[in-house]
């Protein structure tokens, strides 16, 4: 193992598990691993993603559990001070037949790959991961005067890659009865002491001021607040966009304060913004 690693300056860390139950356990083993590690590697700030791995040999089911973190300081706030020792769950025993009792963990030297979000399901809204085939619907509501007015112009690059994957926000089309309503996305600050999420959406004509917007924000916002593990979500309209301010009051969030010229109108002068948050603690009663 590296000294980088042990001394806690690597760019990003690996931390692999594996064990063995028996075969006829191995799906149990599964559902009960999410319930309990998966979520709880989730649920840590600095935790960048869960890989479960299983395979079947014979009489038994091998799994292996790879997850990627910030930092070493990171994965101790997981694991504990001796970040080596595996962490285990009250039923551990009724499963496994072969457990490693430490954990290795490895430099991440190289990261392409980036995983996709998931389909989330609101009340009447459904966000998909935005994908190269929502790109010209999506630029044409951009392209709306209601629209354009607070995102400026589309741009179908920066569209296709959101889509990609190749930027750092994390974009959903909206959909309401199978039809691309508009955009919504996330961007995160993962600096530990800081870490949180922003959020922005458009929706086009028509589905304006009909609920679509708060029921989306409520489900992006319980996916940042209890699958990632946001503890702080943020959104910063323009200071004079009374409607999205109220939807997005209306979804749980609160002012904070307005931004002095803070953001470039198209066309061009500098105006203000209003910053809202919302707090995990206050997403449940919030969003019911």
Same mark, same amino acid.
């Given at each position: 193992?590296? %000294?980088? +690693?042990?001394?806690?300056?690597?760019?990003?860390?690996? !931390?692999?598990?594996?064990?063995?139950?028996? !075969?006829?356990?191995?799906?149990?083993? =599964?559902?009960?691993?999410?319930?309990?590690?998966? =979520?709880?590697?989730?649920?840590?700030?600095g935790n960048r993603g869960a890989w479960m791995l299983r395979r079947?040999? /014979?009489?038994?089911?091998?799994?292996?559990?790879?997850?990627?973190?910030?930092?070493?300081?990171?994965?101790?706030?997981?694991?504990?001070?001796?970040?080596?020792?595996?962490?285990?769950?009250?039923?551990?025993?009724?499963?496994?037949?072969?457990?490693?009792?430490?954990?290795?963990?490895?430099?991440?030297? /190289?990261?392409?790959?980036?995983?996709?979000?998931?389909?989330?399901?609101?009340?009447?809204?459904?966000?998909?991961?935005?994908?190269?085939?929502?790109?010209?619907?999506?630029?044409?509501?951009? =392209? /709306?005067?209601?629209? =354009?007015?607070?995102?400026?112009?589309?741009?179908? %690059?920066e569209l296709r890659r959101k889509a990609e994957g190749s930027d750092?926000?994390?974009?959903?089309?909206?959909?309401?009865?199978g039809e691309v309503a508009g955009l919504i996305q996330y961007y995160?600050?993962?600096?530990?002491?800081?870490?949180?999420?922003?959020?922005?959406?458009? +929706?086009?004509?028509?589905?304006?001021?009909?609920?679509?917007?708060?029921?989306?924000?409520?489900?992006?916002?319980?996916?940042?607040?209890?699958?990632?593990?946001?503890?702080?979500?943020?959104?910063?309209?323009?200071?004079?966009?009374?409607?999205?301010?109220?939807?997005?009051?209306?979804?749980?969030? !609160?002012?904070?304060?307005?931004?002095?010229?803070?953001?470039?109108?198209?066309?061009?002068?500098?105006?203000?913004?209003?910053?809202?948050? +919302?707090?995990?603690? /206050?997403?449940? !009663? %919030?969003?019911?």
């Amino acid at each position: 193992m590296s %000294s980088r +690693l042990c001394d806690g300056f690597g760019e990003m860390i690996a !931390r692999i598990w594996t064990g063995a139950v028996r !075969r006829e356990d191995g799906d149990a083993y =599964a559902s009960y691993m999410r319930e309990t590690g998966v =979520a709880a590697y989730l649920r840590t700030a600095g935790n960048r993603g869960a890989w479960m791995l299983r395979r079947e040999i /014979e009489d038994r089911a091998e799994f292996v559990m790879v997850t990627l973190w910030d930092s070493l300081d990171a994965v101790k706030a997981f694991a504990g001070d001796d970040h080596e020792i595996a962490v285990f769950y009250p039923d551990d025993d009724r499963y496994l037949v072969e457990r490693d009792d430490r954990a290795a963990h490895f430099d991440v030297l /190289e990261q392409q790959a980036r995983i996709a979000p998931p389909r989330l399901e609101g009340e009447t809204v459904v966000l998909r991961p935005l994908g190269l085939e929502d790109v010209e619907r999506l630029a044409a509501i951009q =392209a /709306e005067e209601g629209v =354009a007015r607070w995102w400026g112009p589309p741009d179908a %690059s920066e569209l296709r890659r959101k889509a990609e994957g190749s930027d750092p926000v994390v974009a959903f089309a909206i959909e309401v009865d199978g039809e691309v309503a508009g955009l919504i996305q996330y961007y995160e600050e993962n600096e530990p002491d800081f870490r949180s999420a922003n959020l922005d959406i458009f +929706l086009g004509d028509g589905y304006r001021g009909r609920g679509f917007g708060p029921d989306a924000l409520r489900t992006l916002s319980r996916y940042l607040v209890e699958v990632i593990g946001h503890h702080r979500l943020t959104i910063d309209p323009a200071a004079e966009n009374a409607v999205a301010i109220g939807a997005f009051e209306r979804a749980g969030f !609160r002012p904070v304060g307005v931004m002095r010229e803070y953001w470039r109108a198209p066309d061009g002068t500098w105006r203000d913004g209003l910053l809202l948050d +919302l707090l995990a603690s /206050e997403v449940e !009663r %919030s969003q019911r």
